[in-house]
Each structure stands twice: as structure tokens, then as C-alpha cells.
């Protein structure tokens, strides 16, 4: 497909289900490396990336089991320490097998991610953060190979800037880390909290969830659970504009209002209506143009 024709000037009108946000999966699915035991997600989108980072885990060892319907069965009983490239260079969230793999073994090898379409991003506060852990850090030949023989130890991780990546890596790896690790200018992103919440759920010690402060008391070892995974909050947002645009009224199936705060407050201030219904969110725009502060008429 080269091009998409569109016929505009009608409202939009009726219902649509919202998957499963991508970018929260994928740690979801990471997390299943950190045990023994069976982690069942559900609500998984269906896209590229998620299907990549199935091979990469079951290239891992992980039994993965890929239903109808977004629902996932991973069962990591045993597990190999060596993430290969031609898997990791497809998407950046391959790196994030890293933190499972080093506190649930003490080492792995896992090779350095793939530019992306917006540029490169480094894995320095990945690695600085394992460091802190107590982690020993060698590249070589495009991998990146950590080592931690007495197994990691909790510590201080203060991220010079904001990573949702990063603290999504270490936060994983503190959960089977001896004593406690303290988390500071951690991502505040709704995909950390969820990935939170799982870990919570498999058994890990997490409070602050949602801060900026996170504080994981390590434990000896995970249970299995069964998680669903948050809604898509760009999916979500976009299908509020579209609407909002067209004059249109629409529910989005399964959407949350609580993930689409910032677009519902941008929206609800141009004369748009965004409300919890039963099994998702309704959104309606006011009798009208829309209205805009900064703009010299409403349209």
C-alpha cells in the first residue's frame, strides 16, 4: 500500500476496541525471564514487535505461547544467557531481557540494540545502573556482557535523566537483588507503572509505584501470575481526536480515563467531553466549533 484515500466531512460515530499498549508488553514479557513459574498477559496487541520479542525469548529458552485473542503463556523454567543480535537489533526493548537475565542468573550476554528511526539511543544508563548493582560490564564485538558471580546487591540508582527504558531494566533486576534498592528520577510513564504492578503481582516487594521513587526490596525468587496489560494511551488519544475533529461521538472499548489525562484536559478545555462508561470511555464533543485560545476564529 503507497498511499490511503480518505473521504472526509462525516462524523465519526459508534465504538472501537483499544489494544493492548506495546510498550508495556514488552517489559511484561521481559519479566517472565525473572522466573521459574508461568506468567500468563493478556491483552497484547498484535503487532511486529511483539511477535520479535517472542523469538528473542523463546531464542532464550522461554516456552511462549501465543493464543487468539492477545492472551500469552511464558514459561521460563530454564533459560540461556545469550541474546543474539540479528533479534535485538529489530527493536530497542530487546535490551530489556538484559536486567532479567543478570539477577536471575548473574550473567548474560545480550547484544547492543539497533539505532532507531529517530535516532540513536545510547544504553549508558542501563549499564551505569547495573554498575551501581554491583554488576561487571565488558563490550565486546557488539554485546554487551554482564557478570555479577556473588549475585546483584541493592543499592542507590540515581538516574541523571529521566529513562523509561532504563528504569523499567534496573527495576526488574532489583526485585532478585540482596536487600534494597533505592530508585530515584525514576520514569513516571503509566508502562512503568503497570510493569510495577506485574511485578507485584509475581510476588516482587515494589513501593512507590507511580513516583518518581521506587523502592524494591529484593526476595529470593518469583511465583508465576496472571496479568493483563494496560490499554493504549496513543491509541486511545488518537481515536479522541479523531472524533473530537469530526463532531463525532464514540466509545473506545476498554480505553482508561485515568492513562489519557493530559489529552482529556487539552480536549475537555476545547469543548469536548470525555467520561468513564461501563467498559471504557465515551467521547462526545459539545454542540459547536471547537474552541482554542490560541487561535484567531474556533474551527
Do not use: W
Request: net charge negative.
Amino acid at each position: 500500500m503507497d498511499r490511503i484515500r480518505i473521504l472526509g466531512g462525516k462524523p465519526l460515530s459508534g465504538a472501537i476496541p483499544i489494544g493492548g499498549a506495546k510498550n508495556a508488553a514488552l517489559p511484561l514479557m521481559a519479566a517472565g525471564l525473572l522466573t521459574g513459574e508461568t506468567l500468563t498477559l493478556t491483552n497484547l496487541p498484535r503487532l511486529v514487535d511483539i511477535s520479535t520479542m517472542a523469538q528473542l525469548l523463546g531464542e532464550l529458552g522461554v516456552d511462549v505461547d501465543m493464543e487468539e485473542g492477545g492472551r500469552c503463556t511464558l514459561s521460563a523454567a530454564d533459560v540461556s544467557d545469550t541474546a543474539p543480535y540479528n533479534l535485538v537489533r529489530k527493536m530497542r526493548a530487546g535490551v530489556l531481557v538484559l536486567g532479567p537475565l543478570l539477577a536471575r542468573l548473574g550473567h548474560a550476554r545480550v547484544s547492543l540494540p539497533g539505532g532507531c528511526a529517530i535516532g540513536t539511543r545510547p544504553i549508558d544508563l542501563h549499564l551505569d545502573a547495573f554498575k551501581a548493582l554491583g554488576a561487571e560490564i565488558e563490550l565486546e564485538e557488539g554485546y554487551v556482557r554482564a557478570t555479577a558471580p556473588g549475585g546483584l546487591k541493592g543499592a542507590h540508582v540515581l538516574f541523571p535523566s529521566v529513562s523509561v527504558g532504563a528504569t523499567e531494566n534496573v527495576l526488574m533486576a532489583a526485585t532478585l537483588a540482596a536487600g534494597e534498592t533505592l530508585i530515584t528520577n525514576a520514569s513516571r510513564a503509566p508502562e512503568v507503572a503497570d510493569l510495577a504492578r506485574c511485578l507485584q503481582a509475581l510476588g516482587a516487594r515494589v513501593e512507590g509505584v507511580g513516583t518518581d521513587t521506587l523502592t524494591v526490596t529484593g526476595v529470593a525468587g518469583l511465583h508465576g501470575a496472571d496479568y493483563q496489560v494496560i490499554p493504549d494511551r496513543i491509541e486511545s488519544g488518537s481515536y479522541a481526536v479523531a472524533a473530537a475533529i469530526t463532531g463525532g461521538e464514540i466509545i473506545l472499548r476498554g480505553a482508561r480515563l485515568d492513562l489519557m489525562d493530559a489529552v482529556a484536559d487539552v480536549l475537555a478545555k476545547a469543548g469536548v467531553e470525555m467520561t468513564e462508561t461501563e467498559g471504557g470511555v465515551s467521547v462526545k464533543r459539545h454542540a459547536g466549533h471547537l474552541r482554542c485560545r490560541h487561535c484567531p476564529r474556533h474551527f
